[in-house]
C-alpha cells in the first residue's frame, strides 16, 4: 500500500511569484487535506477536497486555491507569494471524510519565499 | 472558537523515565481527539486517538485519556526511549469541521541516554 506522496520535497521562489504544489493520497482515499506548518508552529488548516469538490476552507486568502482529480491527488496552488508564505505544506488523506477517520500525512513541501 | 493548548517545550528528560505532556481544548460538543508526532525532517504520524469521553487511546506504549470534565488529554508513557525524541501534537475534530484538524503549537520532546 502507497503512503502519501508529495512534491517537490523543497522549493525556492521569489516574492509575487505563483507556485503549485501536488499531493497523492493513499490508495483507497478519497478526501484531501492541505496544511501550512510555519517554523516552530502547528500545522494550520488550508482547506479540505472531498471527492473532487471543496469541502470546507480555513482562514487563507483567496489567492490559496486547491484541485482534486479524478484519481484523488491533489494540488495546492499560491499566486502572488508572500514572504510569510514560507513553511511547510503538508498533505494528508483519509477514507471518507468524516469526523473520526484518520488522516495520513505526507512528509510535506518546504517552501521558501524570498 | 475550537482551541487546543499545549504545554511548552522542550522536555527534557532520561531515558526511562516517566512522561507527561499536557494537552487542553477548548470546543463546542464533543470532538474527537488526537495526538500526532513528527520525528525531524518528516510529516506527522497518527500516536493514538479518541473519539468519545472518557476513552483512553494508546500505542507503543503511549496513553492519553480523553478528559471531558477537564477539558484535557494528556499524553504519557511510562519509560522514554532515546527513539521518543520527536515534536509532539495535540488536536481536535469537531463534527461540524468534516475532517479538519486543530493543532497545538507542539512541544519538543529531548531524552537523553
Known amino acids: ?18 507556485v503549485t ?29 472531498y471527492r473532487e469538490e471543496e469541502n470546507g476552507r480555513g482562514n ?27 513553511a511547510l505544506y503538508l498533505c494528508a488523506s483519509s477514507p471518507n471524510g468524516q469526523l473520526t477517520d484518520t488522516q495520513y500525512f505526507g512528509p510535506g513541501t518546504r517552501l521558501t519565499v524570498l | 472558537g475550537n482551541s487546543v493548548t499545549q504545554m511548552e517545550g522542550p522536555v527534557t528528560l532520561s ?24 520525528y525531524p525532517g518528516e510529516g506527522l504520524q497518527l500516536l493514538l486517538k479518541a473519539t468519545k469521553a472518557d476513552d483512553k487511546g494508546s500505542n507503543k506504549g503511549f496513553e492519553a485519556t480523553y478528559r ?11 519509560s522514554v526511549q532515546v527513539s521518543d525524541s ?7 475534530s469537531r463534527a461540524s469541521n468534516t475532517g479538519k484538524l486543530i493543532f497545538g503549537q507542539g512541544t519538543t520532546l529531548q531524552v537523553k541516554p
Open chain 1, 21 to 49: 504544489l501536488r499531493c497523492s493520497s493513499q490508495s483507497g482515499h478519497n478526501t484531501v487535506s492541505w496544511y501550512q506548518q510555519a517554523l516552530g508552529q502547528g500545522p494550520q488548516f488550508i482547506f479540505q477536497y
Open chain 2, 86 to 92: 520527536a515534536v509532539y501534537f495535540c488536536a481536535l
Open chain 1, 1 to 18: 500500500e502507497t503512503g502519501v506522496t508529495q512534491s517537490p520535497t523543497h522549493l525556492i521562489k521569489t516574492r509575487g511569484q505563483q
Open chain 2, 68 to 78: 471531558k470534565e477537564t477539558t484535557s488529554f494528556h499524553l504519557e508513557k511510562g
Open chain 1, 60 to 86: 487563507f486568502p483567496p489567492r490559496f486555491s486547491g484541485l482534486q482529480f479524478p484519481n484523488y491527488s491533489s494540488e495546492l496552488n499560491v499566486n502572488a507569494l508572500e514572504l510569510d508564505d514560507s
Open chain 2, 15 to 38: 531515558e526511562e523515565a516517566f512522561l507527561t505532556i499536557n494537552c487542553t481544548y477548548t470546543a463546542t460538543g464533543y470532538p474527537s481527539l488526537f495526538w500526532y508526532v513528527q
